[in-house]
């Protein structure tokens, strides 16, 4: 899922929404991991279960958000704490538990969803923007 993560995150361009959605345990904070080590996070990667984001300032001024919404009761608490601050043309948002954000949140450019399978994960990614689909092309290539 690193692996798979860091090659996510060279394709990954400032101004994207990320959708990750999948059960707990599946790997979708590993998938994280991944794409910050991409783009040169060197330090720690925690979900941030409790605290709904957490920011990594890198290099050039990018900022890429992480957001765990699994605790989340209400979509309206995102309002409260600014939610549309974090979504603009240089950060880089990555959301685990989407739809309960849903009202909320911006449109994705990709969805991610991960599932268990056998002894392994099972990965089904969609581009729902023509950013998103630039990277799907980009991953092919």
Same mark, same amino acid.
């Given at each position: 899922?690193?692996? &798979? ?18 059960? &707990?345990?599946? !790997? ?11 783009? !040169? ?6 979900? @941030? ?5 957490? @920011?990594?300032? &890198? ?46 949140? @911006? ?8 599932? @268990? ?6 990965? !089904? ?17």
């Amino acid at each position: 899922m690193v692996a &798979l993560g860091a090659r996510f995150g060279a394709a990954l361009a400032p101004g994207m929404v990320v959708f990750l959605a999948g059960e &707990l345990g599946v !790997g979708k904070t590993t998938l994280t991991r991944g794409v910050l080590r991409a783009l !040169g996070h060197e330090g720690a990667v925690k979900s @941030p279960t409790y605290t709904l984001v957490e @920011p990594y300032e &890198l290099a050039g001024g990018r900022v890429v958000y992480h957001f765990d919404l699994y605790r989340l009761s209400d979509p309206e608490e995102l309002e409260f704490m600014g939610i549309r601050d974090y979504f603009g043309d240089l950060s880089l948002c990555l959301v685990e538990w989407p739809e309960r954000g849903r009202g909320a949140l @911006p449109a994705a450019d990709l969805v991610i969803t991960i599932e @268990p399978k056998n002894r392994g994960r099972r990965l !089904g990614v969609t581009a729902a923007t023509e950013k998103g689909s630039r990277v799907l092309a980009q991953l092919a290539g």
